[in-house]
């Protein structure tokens, strides 16, 4: 699950993570009135102008705008607001600003770059900081490695000082500054675990002309695992955001992604899922989606597999690659039917059936009367679904 930035603030600002002091707007007029508020407060006449998408690379999309007054904040919102905003994370079609954060404008120092997530290498959760921060880090981490520095966490001891004092004098901080980064790094880590964050990244953290440290930006995904714990965090949901089908997916409890390509998988098990999607890959054709039913699905959680799988209109041929342990083949057979029929497919349809059951499948699938297509196995399967969707690509 991710959140905008204004959220994000207001989730550190609860732990004690000095923030800005910000204003989220829904609309230009929320977004106009709050400008002299945020003014008021800072006690300066700067205020940055943020768009909040889920998506990095805001500023060089032109989606954050520092003005000095309130007229040229006003021109900002009004620019900003509603835009189609690009971004190297959003792709060409970008997103719609549809919320804004008004901002106080602050005398830096110098930006850094901090953020924590999970090292699988090493299984840790691992902070990572650089002095080099800002709207580049991409490129630094490419290019100059060496000037990233990583932390990672014992989970028996938790963050500890003296990672902090290291962490500082690699990034060049001393005195009152290096004791400002212990306490925002203690505050941070103690965030990071106790919500379940699955990434927590800063950028850039920035350092005050008069000594202080401060998070001017926060991007927050969290575990999907784990959110039973924090049902608060389903109000910070924002649906325009979020992928229709993806969403709907989620009623389902069906792991969905979309993708690129023009051929629907529908598979159970997420490592048959990913060697299906690499076969079709293989055999030169483009996976549409990552969707895995999972082992115990009902004939009605295949039929709404279907129907999402359907909504994308790029798919020209679907694929259902089944393997029946717990998921019996004649269940899936089932399930096929009644969607294709409740869907009304317009798509070739291809399905290779093993396991428990599978005779009972495949003749329940041979005895509808569908247009199905039956593959002998995976390699027969995506070769068949390849060709069915207009070859390689």
């Keep these: 699950m991710k959140i905008h930035e204004y959220q994000g603030k207001q989730l550190l600002r ?12 829904m609309s230009v007029e929320e977004a106009i009135a709050a400008v002299p508020t945020v003014q008021q407060q800072a006690g300066t006449d700067v205020v940055v102008v943020k768009a909040q998408i889920h998506a990095g690379g805001r500023g060089k999309g032109g989606g954050v705008k520092v003005a000095k007054t ?24 970008g997103k719609k ?17 901090l953020g924590m997530l999970l090292d699988r290498g090493t299984g840790r959760v691992t902070v990572m900081a650089s002095a080099e921060g800002g709207m580049d880090i991409e490129e630094v981490a490419a290019t100059h490695p060496e000037k990233i520095f990583r932390e990672g966490i014992n989970p028996g001891t938790g963050w500890q000082e003296w990672q902090s004092r290291r962490l500082a004098k690699n990034l060049g901080l001393s005195g009152k500054v290096a004791q400002e980064l212990a306490t ?18 800063i950028n850039p953290l920035v350092t ?31 649906p325009s955001e979020e992928d229709p089908a993806e969403r ?20 159970n098990g997420a490592g048959l899922a990913m060697s299906t999607m690499d076969i079709i890959k293989y055999y030169g054709g483009a996976p549409a989606n990552f969707l895995d039913v999972g082992g115990g699905a009902t004939a009605e959680k295949v039929t709404a597999a ?27 057979a089932q399930g096929v039917i009644t969607a294709v029929k409740e869907v009304g ?10 396991g428990t059951n599978v005779e009972l499948g495949k003749k329940m699938l041979a005895d509808s009367g569908l247009n199905i297509v039956a593959a002998a196995d995976m390699a027969d399967g995506a070769q068949k679904a390849v060709k069915a969707a207009g070859g390689s690509k």
């Excluded at 609860?14 to 707007?25: E, F, T």
Aim: aromatic share 8%.
């Design 184 to 201: 925002f790094l203690r505050t941070l880590t103690k965030c990071y675990d106790e919500m379940d964050c699955s990434m927590l990244e």
């Design 14 to 25: 609860k732990y004690g993570v000095p923030v800005p002091i910000g204003i989220p707007a």
């Design 248 to 267: 709907e997916a989620k009623k389902w409890d069906l792991s969905y992604i979309s993708l690129e390509g023009n051929i629907g998988c529908m598979v």
């Design 345 to 354: 497919l317009k798509v070739p349809l291809v399905v290779r059936l093993e």
């Design 97 to 113: 600003v549809q919320r804004l954060l008004v901002e106080q404008g602050l005398a830096i120092e110098h930006e850094y770059y």
């Design 70 to 93: 309130r007229a040229d904040a006003e021109a900002a919102i009004k620019q900003i607001f509603g835009m189609q905003l690009v971004t190297p994370q959003t792709g060409p079609a």
């Design 208 to 238: 005050t002309k008069d000594g202080r440290v401060l998070a001017l930006d926060a991007k927050i995904n969290f575990d999907d695992n784990a959110l039973f714990r924090h049902k608060e965090l389903e109000e910070w949901v924002d």
């Design 306 to 332: 279907f129907k999402i799988i359907t909504t994308d209109p790029d798919v020209k041929a679907i694929f259902v690659n089944i393997f029946g342990g717990i998921m019996k083949c004649d269940t899936i």
